[in-house]
């Protein structure tokens, strides 16, 4: 089992920045990819990016460009560094990992972007 917690979400202003933690814990020792999904209202989950624990990384188009994600696997910590959101970046941003074959979620953390 891994246990995903989140944090690092909140209200930011159009053009602001936010950076999002996930820390793992538990059977660390199996996770290969970290990454993070998001769900904004009305709308379908969306993959946002994941790096692998060799550290290749992949972005969704929407976010290419603003978004950053960074592992630290001496702490097993994966980051998303933020940069210039706008309100459709608005959404419940959601840590996952995957360990073999299995995937397993954090609780999710409220990003919000609005003047």
């Known amino acids: 089992q891994v246990q995903l917690v989140e944090s690092g979400g909140g209200l930011v202003q159009p053009g602001g920045s936010l950076r999002l933690a996930c820390a793992a814990s538990?059977?660390?020792?199996?996770?290969?990819?970290m990454g993070w999904y998001r769900r904004a209202p009305g709308k379908q989950r969306e993959m946002v990016a994941f790096?692998?624990?060799?550290?290749?990384?992949n972005y969704s188009e929407s976010v290419k460009g603003r978004f950053t994600i960074s592992r630290d696997n001496g702490q097993n910590t994966v980051y998303l560094q933020m940069n210039s959101l706008v309100p459709e970046d608005t959404a419940v941003y959601y840590c996952y990992s995957e360990a073999s074959v299995d995937r397993y979620w954090g609780q999710g953390t409220q990003v919000t972007v609005s003047s």
């Open positions: 790096i692998t624990r060799t550290g290749i990384t």
């Open positions: 538990g059977s660390i020792f199996r996770i290969n990819t």
